[in-house]
C-alpha cells in the first residue's frame, strides 16, 4: 500500500528531528502537538481558535465517539471533518487504551474486547476490525491500530502476553484498514519498560509495515524518570524514516524530552484540562490563576506570550473571571495553554533546524520555576 501521507525529515540535531508530514488535508509539522478533541471539540475552544494556536492536526477518541453520538451517525453526517468544522488533519485512537481503563466493566478476549459504556450501561464489542471501521466511518486521517496496554507494574510474563496479542492484533489491523489512499495507519510498540519486549514488539510492527509507529504503554503512572528511561533506546528500534509518536504525553517537560530523545508527535489533554481548572502552564512554571495572590495583578499570565489571554486580559481579570465561574475563564485560559504548548514546538522545530537544540533546552530548563510562579 502506497499511502498519500508521507514523512520527510528536514533536521536532525542528537537524536532530535524535524519535520513535515504531508497529508491531503494540510501539513503536520513535526515535532507535533496534537490537542485532544475528546467528543468532537477540543473543549472551551473554537476549531478556528485552536488552529490560530498553531496546531497542525487534532486527535480524536474513537471510544468516546463511538458511544455518543456514533460513528455510523458522525458518517452520515459526513464524516468527523465536517462534523465538527476541522478541516485540517485528524488522527484518531483505537479506543483501546479507554476500554481497558474500563478495569471491571470489560471481558478481553484473543478476539478483542467487550465492554459496558460508561454512559448508559449498554453493551458494546471493540476488536481490530471494528476499531478500523469506526476510524473509516469517523474519516480519520491517521487511524492508530487496535491494542492492549497493560497496567503498569505487571509482570514480564504479563507484559509479553498483552504485548504478542496486540501484535496479533496490529496484524489484524492492518488486514482490516486495507488499501486507503490518503489515509495513515500507525502501528503501536508495546513491551513495558523491557528493552527485549520493546525490540520484539519493534520486529513484529516492522515486519507487518506501518506509516508510521506509535510508542505505547507509557505516561501510565510509571513517572518520567521510568518513560525516559524506555525512550533512550526504544525509537531506535523503530524505523528511522516514517514518523514515531508517543501516546498520552504529556507535560511541557515531558514534551521536551521526548523530542530530544527522538519523538515526533504527541498529544495530551493536559494544556486543555488545565485550562478548565484554572492551571496555567508558562515559560516560568505554572501558576495557578485561583490563589488570592492574583487577585490585584495588573499583569499578563505571561509577557512574552501572543495568545489573546496574555494580549488583552490581566491576572487580576482571569482570577475574577475564574473564580466567577465565567465561561471565558476555561476559554481564555484553554487558548494560552495551548498556545504555550504550540510555541514550545515551534521553538524545538526551529532549534533543531538551526542545530542548537541543546542549547534551546537549556533556555528551557533555565527560565522554569522562577520569581512567584509555583514550580511544577
Ligand atoms: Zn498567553
Not at 34 to 40: D, N, S
Not at 47 to 63: H, Q
Not at 209 to 223: N, P, S
Amino acid at each position: 500500500m502506497t499511502a498519500q501521507i508521507r514523512f520527510e525529515m528536514q533536521a536532525r540535531d542528537g537524536l532530535a528531528r524535524s519535520g513535515v508530514i504531508s497529508t491531503p488535508r494540510g501539513d503536520i509539522r513535526t515535532p507535533a502537538f496534537m490537542p485532544v478533541g475528546t467528543a468532537a471539540t477540543v473543549k472551551a475552544m473554537m476549531p478556528e481558535s485552536v488552529r490560530a494556536t498553531g496546531a497542525d492536526i487534532l486527535l480524536g477518541n474513537t471510544y468516546h465517539l463511538m458511544l455518543r453520538p456514533g460513528a455510523e451517525r458522525i458518517d452520515r453526517l459526513g464524516g468527523l471533518h465536517e462534523f465538527m468544522n476541522w478541516d485540517r488533519p485528524i488522527l484518531t485512537d483505537s479506543g483501546g487504551f479507554q476500554v481497558m481503563s474500563l478495569a471491571g466493566l470489560r471481558k478481553l478476549t484473543e478476539a478483542g474486547v467487550t465492554f459496558r459504556s460508561h454512559i448508559d450501561g449498554s453493551k458494546h464489542e471493540l476488536t481490530p476490525e471494528r476499531s478500523m471501521e469506526i476510524q473509516r466511518l469517523l474519516g480519520s486521517d491517521i487511524v492508530m491500530c487496535f491494542d492492549e496496554c497493560p497496567a503498569l507494574p505487571a509482570t514480564d510474563k504479563a507484559v509479553a502476553e498483552s504485548m504478542r496479542l496486540s501484535m496479533r492484533w496490529a496484524a489484524r489491523s492492518k488486514d482490516a484498514f486495507g488499501d486507503r489512499p490518503g489515509h495513515a495507519l500507525f502501528g503501536i510498540m508495546q513491551g513495558g519498560v523491557t528493552p527485549e519486549l520493546r525490540e520484539e514488539s519493534a520486529e513484529a510492527l516492522k515486519a507487518i509495515g506501518f506509516d508510521g509507529y506509535a510508542v505505547g504503554g507509557l505516561a501510565v503512572g510509571e513517572g518520567q524518570e521510568a518513560m525516559f528511561g524506555v525512550l533512550d533506546y526504544a525509537p531506535g528500534f523503530l524505523p528511522e524514516d516514517k514518523p514515531r509518536y508517543l501516546m498520552g504525553v504529556g507535560k511541557p517537560d515531558d514534551i521536551v524530552g521526548a523530542v530530544k530523545r527522538g519523538i515526533d508527535m504527541m498529544d495530551c489533554v493536559l494544556p486543555s484540562r488545565s485550562g478548565r481548572t484554572g492551571q496555567v502552564f508558562t515559560r516560568r512554571g505554572v501558576l495557578n490563576i485561583k490563589n488570592a495572590r492574583h487577585q490585584d495583578d495588573p499583569r499578563p499570565l505571561d509577557e512574552a506570550c501572543s495568545c489573546p489571554a496574555c494580549s488583552n486580559y490581566s491576572r487580576a481579570y482571569l482570577h475574577h473571571v475564574f473564580r466567577s465561574q465565567e465561561i471565558i475563564s476555561s476559554m481564555l485560559l484553554t487558548w494560552h495553554n495551548l498556545h504555550y504548548f504550540q510555541d514550545i514546538m515551534a521553538g524545538m522545530r526551529e532549534a533543531i533546524a538551526q542545530g542548537r537544540f541543546a542549547e534551546w533546552e537549556a533556555g528551557f530548563h533555565a527560565g522554569r520555576a522562577q520569581g512567584d510562579i509555583e514550580p511544577l
